[in-house]
């Protein structure tokens, strides 16, 4: 018998496997730039290894564990009433590498993570997240706000919760680990947040709480923050008190609150977002209880600068697959990055993602500083988290849409990455603040807490930002959201500018950020056939 023919190579290009980290080597050229000596050598290994797990074995578990999303139970099969949210395989592993292998959560609070004799600063997290939601965005939220609750805890909390809690919230044992988790939205109460109508009652045992919270991811995490009002206190954010919720009470049992039933989403839907009814659940006071708010913000905050971390990373991952998709895809004969159509268009998905990624990363560097004390680097803090988290997250639902255009019908499949990364990318401008709220909160830093003088003095003489920065200043409501892009670039082209200093490459995407975001253009005149470089390998 004749024996059959090999099949026909394919000729569609397949990226699995490919090394997230190695593949854009840009990525450790800038960690050079902002991290110290010692702890870049330290930290390449891990972000080696944890590149291949992204574009490999995470690729694949996030695929599965998106096909098959949480499942609630509220009864067991021998009637007993108790709830429990079944995750799939797939997504426990997920949640073993982020919080166990890598530390993810952890690697703030505490010393020791990945071999580290301290606590890693922000930028450590910041990048190595940067990689693992390139995989996986899903449980990047019970992630961040694990991190976020801890320190919001370590800051504002009664030292004996402290010392109660964060050994669980910062544990690398998936059997000991407290997940968090923020409950504040209410039906009539989500970007009006002092419209909370949920009750905190106080008796002879501590505090109640009575109430109904309408959007609860990581619904069955074993301690959230909740804001509620205590009876008699004023209307608004300003009668606001913040509570710590624990999912069991000290005798083992379950609290008094209810996971009403599960939401049925258009991205993250591996990870549990539900609704909960608080029947008078046990909880604990956190801090100062006429400045609940202010704290709550502050883990709003992390949340939100997180939010914009991720963004850039999803860019990324888009942008790294469109990029491997244009290298090995041929049509008419030629490469697809051999066609200067499509090279256009890819540069119109590096730009995003090269602002996004150095905003993200010098932010890093300034919240480094702000913890360590520094009032300035406080003020740019205050006023970059939401320009990164408004407009990367922005950003990041085009870019994931154009990118996968560039796979042709093959990024339409739920085969490839493309579908679920668009998904998810839409989330990022809705949750923890929509567009508007995370626009109108750049004016709100600006007017109310100064921060634009200490931006200003990071960028002297750069004509971009003055100009940028004067607009804000003086932008109405309605503005807010022009303002907040302007200054976004403006900021992004002069940090690029900086690395430039160092890395030639980055001048031309200063170059690049200020002719397409900032500079007048004429729709009726070709734009200069400039920066090919940045298509290179
Ligand atoms: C998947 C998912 C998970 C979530 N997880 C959580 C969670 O874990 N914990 C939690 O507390 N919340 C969570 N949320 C809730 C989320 O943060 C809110 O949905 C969001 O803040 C918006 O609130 P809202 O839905 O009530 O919209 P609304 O506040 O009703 O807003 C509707 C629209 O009005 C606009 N708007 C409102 N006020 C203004 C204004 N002053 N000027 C201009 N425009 C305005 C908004 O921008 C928006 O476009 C989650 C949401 C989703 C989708």
Redesign the pocket.
């Known amino acids: 018998m004749k024996p059959e023919s090999p099949p026909a190579a394919t000729a569609l290009p397949d990226s699995r496997g490919l090394n997230l980290f190695t593949a854009d080597p840009d990525f450790d050229d800038l960690l050079g730039l902002y991290l110290e000596p010692e702890l870049h050598r330290h930290l390449r290994p891990h972000l080696e290894t944890l590149g291949a797990l992204a574009g490999g074995e995470l690729d694949e578990l996030a695929l599965t564990a998106d096909r098959n999303p949480p499942k609630f139970h509220s009864r067991s099969r021998s009637g007993e009433d108790r709830q429990w949210i079944e995750k799939h395989p797939a997504y426990r592993r997920l949640e073993e590498v982020a919080f166990s292998e890598f530390g993810l959560a952890a690697m703030s609070h505490r010393a020791g993570v990945l071999g580290w004799p301290r606590p890693l600063p922000p930028i450590a997290k910041y990048a190595l997240t940067y990689l693992y939601v390139q995989a996986e965005f899903g449980v990047c939220c019970p992630l961040s706000m694990t991190d976020a609750l801890a320190r919001t805890l370590s800051r504002f909390a009664d030292p004996s919760l402290t010392v109660r809690y964060l050994p669980g919230l910062t544990s690398q044992d998936m059997d000991t680990l407290t997940q968090g988790?923020?409950?504040?939205?209410e039906q009539a109460a989500?970007?009006?947040v002092g419209a909370t109508a949920t009750r905190a009652v106080q008796d002879e045992d501590g505090w109640r709480l009575y109430g109904d919270?309408w959007?609860?991811?990581?619904a069955d995490a074993g301690v959230a923050l909740v804001l509620a009002r205590p009876d008699g206190a004023p209307a608004g954010t300003k009668g606001l008190s913040l509570f710590l919720l624990p999912r069991r009470l000290e005798d083992g049992s379950d609290n008094r609150y209810r996971i009403v039933r599960l939401?049925d989403?258009l991205g993250?839907r591996d990870m549990a977002?539900g609704e909960i009814r608080l029947e008078g659940a046990t909880a604990y006071l956190v801090g100062d209880a006429q400045r609940g708010f202010v704290q709550m913000a502050d883990m709003i905050n992390m949340s939100r600068l997180s939010n914009g971390m991720r963004a850039a990373g999803m860019m990324r991952r888009a942008l790294t697959e469109a990029l491997f998709w244009a290298r090995h895809r041929v049509a008419f004969g030629r490469r697809l990055i051999e066609m200067p159509l499509m090279r256009r268009q890819l540069l119109k998905l590096i730009l995003p993602a090269e602002a996004a990624r150095s905003i993200m990363l010098y932010t890093a560097i300034q919240l480094a500083a702000a913890d360590g004390g520094d009032e300035a680097a406080r003020r740019r803090v205050r006023l970059l988290t939401p320009l990164l988290k408004f407009r990367a997250c922005r950003d990041a639902r085009r870019v994931t849409g154009d990118a996968m255009e560039v796979r042709g019908g093959c990024g339409y499949t739920e085969e490839w990455s493309d579908a679920r990364l668009l998904r998810d990318a839409h989330?990022g401008s809705?949750?923890?603040?929509?567009?508007?709220?995370v626009a109108?909160d750049v004016l709100r830093a600006i007017r109310k807490e100064q921060a634009m003088p200490a931006l200003l003095s990071a960028f002297p003489g750069d004509a971009f930002v003055e100009k940028a920065g004067t607009f804000a200043s003086a932008a109405d409501?309605a503005h807010a959201r022009q303002a907040a892009s302007a200054l976004y670039y403006a900021v992004a082209a002069a940090i690029l500018d900086r690395e430039g200093l160092k890395l030639p490459r980055r001048r031309a995407l200063a170059a690049l950020v200020r002719q397409y975001r900032l500079e007048p253009r004429d729709p009726l005149q070709s734009a200069r056939p400039e920066f090919e470089e940045l298509l290179e390998a």
Do not use: R
Request: aromatic share 10%; hydrophobic share 35%.
């Open positions: 988790a923020m409950f504040m939205t989500g970007s009006d919270k959007f609860c991811s990581n939401k989403k993250t977002s989330l809705i949750w923890e603040g929509t567009s508007n709220i109108l409501e």
